[in-house]
């Protein structure tokens, strides 16, 4: 079956750029500084979710006052933001560009579908963002992932029907969000997200030709 396939859309923390790490440590230091257990396994569970889930999962039932958690989320933020002046263009993963470029090249629109409010600075320090078509981040949508919202605002800004287009996702709750949306979903990393129609380690090697064959076959 050859697909009729118009856009990619890309998260961006985990597949683009290795910021999954830098909200890590973020969580990591209030997780710290406020005595709350917090190992590098529980952090699996907050890939791709918003901040306000991630505060949650790293509280895991802890009850805390209105006040507290947006001050959490505030120091938290501002842990994230201080860490991305090491960002620079060196940062893209391997093989994004290239993946980015034969995909531009071969007619297909590119998206960005970050659940992020930082995602338009990152994209500026990687000095990517006008590669893309459209980029939808943590200010287009109310619902987040594992909501397919964000996926259908992106992919509305793209003209792009969900079956005309591939996620590509380092994160279960963001397979979840472009299965749901009925989209193509490529599971990218060692997370959970086994019930993407294709996984691949990482996007060095991969090839927007193949990709599309693969996932039509
Ligand atoms: C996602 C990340 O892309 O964005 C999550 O995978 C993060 O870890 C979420 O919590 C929200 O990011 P921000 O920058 O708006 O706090
Ligand atoms: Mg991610």
Do not use: C
């Not at 940062?91 to 960005?112: F, S, T, Y």
């Not at 990687?126 to 939808?136: N, P, Q």
């Amino acid at each position: 079956m050859s697909l009729d396939i118009r856009a990619f859309i890309f998260d961006l923390d985990g597949v683009i750029t290795d910021t999954a790490e830098y909200h890590f440590l973020a969580w990591k230091r209030l997780a710290d500084e406020e005595g709350i257990p917090f190992t590098r396994q529980d952090n699996e569970a907050l890939r791709g979710v918003s901040r306000r889930e991630s505060l949650n999962r790293m509280l895991k039932g802890r009850p805390i006052d209105e006040a507290t958690a947006q001050n959490y989320m505030q120091r938290k933020n501002d842990y994230y933001v201080a860490s991305l002046s090491e960002i620079t263009p060196a940062a893209v993963l391997p093989g994004a560009i290239n993946l980015l470029d034969e995909a531009h090249a071969a007619g297909i629109l590119i998206g960005m579908g970050s659940a992020s409010k930082n995602a338009r600075p990152v994209l500026d320090k990687l000095g990517i963002a006008y590669k893309f078509d459209a980029i939808g981040d943590g200010y287009s949508v109310v619902n987040t992932k594992p909501a397919p919202d964000l996926f259908i605002w992106t992919a509305g800004r793209l003209g792009v029907s969900p079956t005309q287009a591939v996620v590509f996702e380092d994160a279960e709750a963001g397979v979840a969000a472009a299965l749901t949306g009925g989209f193509w979903a490529v599971g990218i990393g060692t997370a959970d997200v086994g019930k993407a129609h294709l996984v691949l380690p990482d996007l060095a090697n991969a090839h927007a030709k193949e990709i599309v064959a693969a996932l039509g076959s």
